[in-house]
């Protein structure tokens, strides 16, 4: 997992290089106008939009992915996101779905979760089976988001 804001000079630092690319890319569009739904930014790689409310933890499921790293940067809003470094317990899942590589969590509890709040141009990339659960509220209140996930193929880092 990685942490990172494009509005810092030096948020490169320690990234693999795919990732820099791909935010570097991200640094060059103008966000905020960018529409809903998947834009392909190569053969490979693609990002999906999504203008969203945030809810509660206790009401999202967590997920994990085996063949794509996520990088979710968030564009408008405030979200906060629990994460695990715990591998993931199979049974503790839904059947991994191939053609959309990802298992979501039966329950709404994440083994030894963490939290971490992005604010507008901050991201986070999550590697293969890092437990996520995105989109969460702080405090009481849901809020409106506007943020992407760009999918890249585990193979290109």
Known sequence: MFIGDLNRD??????????????????????????????ELSDEIYMNVQCLQTEAPQLRKAEFHRNYIDIQLLISGQESMQYSLAMPKEEDYTPYNE???????????????????????????????????????????????????????????
Not at 14 to 29: A, D, F, K, S, T
């Open 99 to 157: 053609q959309d590589d990802y298992q979501l969590s039966l329950t709404h509890y994440i083994e030894q979760a963490n939290t971490l709040t992005l604010q507008p141009n901050q991201f986070v990339v999550y590697l293969p089976f890092e437990v996520h659960k995105p989109c969460c509220h702080l405090g009481e209140q849901s809020v409106d988001i506007k943020k992407l996930v760009v999918k890249v193929p585990i193979q290109l880092l």
């Open 10 to 39: 030096d948020f490169k630092r320690g990234l693999p290089r795919i990732i820099v690319e791909i935010c570097e890319q991200l640094q060059q569009m103008d966000l905020n106008q960018l529409s809903e739904g998947r834009h």
